[in-house]
Each structure stands twice: as C-alpha cells, then as structure tokens.
C-alpha cells in the first residue's frame, strides 16, 4: 500500500530503561501512529521471543543475561486495539561476536540505544487476529 | 550519487509465498525501478546464499529447514538486464535465538512478513557484469 | 527529537576499501553532518568491537579473517569533536550461515558494498563524553 511520509525522529533513549518501553513510550509521546525504525546500540540483558507456528503462539523466550551489541533493531509502528503498537525484531552479539536474533520482548535493558523514527501518514494501519497464522497482522 | 525521493509503501505479504518472489512481484506491479526495503516477520523455511569470492560464484547455499523469525531484511531495488531486481541479504533466528544470515535466495517461504519500501528516483540504476568480483554491479 | 529530511544517497563502495574509512569519507565529501544509513554487501575479512560496559571501554574486539556476507549494517552519522563521525553496527554471515555481529571496527574490507545514506537537517547532533557509560553519546 503507497502512504505518505510524515516527520522523522533521532535521538538517544537513557539507560537503564527497557528498550521496548522506550520504543513504544516515545510514539506514544509523539502520536506516531504509523512508521518505521531502526535502533543501535547496547543492552544489558536481552529477552527474545520466538513465535512457536505450529502452536500459534508465542511459546519459546529466550533470555541473554549477558551485555551485548545491538547489531540491528528494526520494526514498525502500527495499531493494536487502536493503540500505539511496537513490532520490533533484533539482532544482538556477544563479546565474542556471536549472533543472536529474535522478536524484541519486554525485558531488554538498554544500555545505550539511538533511535531513527520515520513516520507514516495518510492511513493507519491496524492489527488484527489472523487465524491462519494466530498473530495480530494487518489485512493483506 | 545523490538521487530524489519517490513514493512509500508499507504493507503485508501473504503467506506460505516466496520471500524474494514477493519482494519482487511488488516493485514490478507498483513499477519501482529504485528503491531501498526493510522486512521484518517469520519463515518457514529459508535458503541463504553465500558467495565464493574466489570462484566468483555462489557456491555455497545455507538451506534451514526449520521455522525462523526474520530478524532483519534488507537491501535495494535496480535494474538487472532492464528488468526490476531484487537484492536482500537477511538475518534469520531460530527458538534458540541463534542467528543465521546471508544473500536471501529464492525458497524462502513466509509466514508473516511485514514491509516497508522507499522507492528512489531521478535516475535509475543498472547492474552489469563487474570482472573484478564476478558480480552484478553498479558502476562505483 | 523532531528533525528535517535532507538528501538522499545510494551507490556502491569500491573493492578492497575500508568500509569504515569510506563510509566516513563520502558522508565527509558530501558533507553529511547528521542522518542514517543501510549497507548490504559483502567483506574480505571483518573486525568486530564489543563495548566493555564494565570497564567502559572496546576492551574486546573480534577478528574475522574470512570472506563474509553483510547481511545488515545500519548506524548513524553526526559530530564528534566537531567531525563528521560514522557510527555503524554490522550483522555478518559466513559460507555455512553463521551469524556474527558487533560495532563495525577499522580493518573491515569491502569486497562489494551497496549503500544508501539518508541525510538530516535543521539542527546537529555533537557527540560528548558520557561519564555513565564512558561512551560518547547525544544528549539524552
């Protein structure tokens, strides 16, 4: 679907905070209800979330309590029960470099994190129960 | 090369579709010629590729059978032989969290995949054959 | 923080560079003093930081002498010292998938490398110490 741009957002999240939160509290803030973004930086710890397809769930978490890279972190903002939602995945790497990924789960402690927010507009976009996959997904 | 904006879209591909089949069926129908991608979601298989940069050819193919989350997805848009082409490397990430990557090839199977394309304009750009590394390239 | 959109770059880096080293001297050359950028490609051997959050500093550092995939490498670009600064994360793969990922370090070498850069505008961004991370980070 063709969309509009709308404003663009850069900045540092603080420390400490989880990472998700963040994400979703700063949309929040800004009313961006639809668009896209990218994040790098460092975590403190990490929880993953792996989505179990056969059971439609979201039945495997993994969590890294270990410092790591943020190698990549991008998603998008759309809407879930007409709130602002973050669908965020990660890639993260430990001091030795090896790769971890996943679907970002609340949890994951920032220890320093910066931002690239692209908004979306003309539409919103709005999730919803699919059967066949068992996500929140927006209408094909 | 500095180049101009063109149009936005964001959106859902089905499932059980070829990844890169998909990518690329889009920018055919909606006809852009240049262009950056971002997708993010769940496989249910993947196949990557790998180059051999001293035979100068993919040699090697990574193929997982097994249900991953797509933890990253990106890569541009050309032109290849005057038709659209795709090119997406992909970091995937199974329930372990561990963490695989390389050239998105063909039998990439999604589950949910969700996208954001940036089409760019002003001049296109076409690949060709590059001696050096064997490649399609754009002239550097 | 809300921010204008400037220009638009994509192109290809020349083999055998230091993808650091030209990432940094085109945003230079074309004066690229805030935005964000995406690299797809592929490298000769790789060099990989991991922050010491402990001892804060790149205690750690991980050296990959091997042909790799890029399959992501995303970050930002804004002042240090008055510079022009590229800070940029990477996601690798190599022949049988393995992920690795880190800091992008000097001594990364392009075999092939794609870029797109999206320049920001109206106000920028000066890197400074950060004595709780030991980092050099925006205002948060």
């Known amino acids: ?3 509009q741009e709308g404003r663009v957002f850069i900045g540092r999240f ?3 905070a989880d990472l998700l939160a963040e994400l979703t509290e700063l949309c ?6 639809l668009g896209v ?3 790098i930086g ?3 710890c990490a929880k993953l979330g792996y989505y179990n397809q056969a059971a439609k769930k979201f039945t495997d978490c993994v969590s890294l309590d270990k410092k790591l890279e943020i190698a990549s972190c991008t998603g998008n903002i759309s809407l879930l029960n007409s709130e602002i939602f ?3 995945h990660i890639t993260l790497a430990d001091h030795e470099g090896t790769a971890y990924g ?3 789960m609340p949890g994951s402690k920032i220890f320093a994190a910066e931002y690239y927010i692209k908004e979306l507009t003309g539409t919103t976009l709005e999730r919803t129960h699919d059967s066949e996959t068992g996500l929140n ?3 094909s």
């Open 86 to 88: 973050v669908h965020a």
């Open 137 to 139: 997904l927006w209408k």
């Open 102 to 104: 996943g679907h970002l």
């Open 42 to 44: 460092a975590l403190t």
């Open 1 to 3: 679907m063709q969309i």
């Open 37 to 39: 973004f990218s994040v």
């Open 14 to 16: 603080k420390g400490k």
């Open 28 to 33: 929040k803030k800004e009313n961006v209800k």
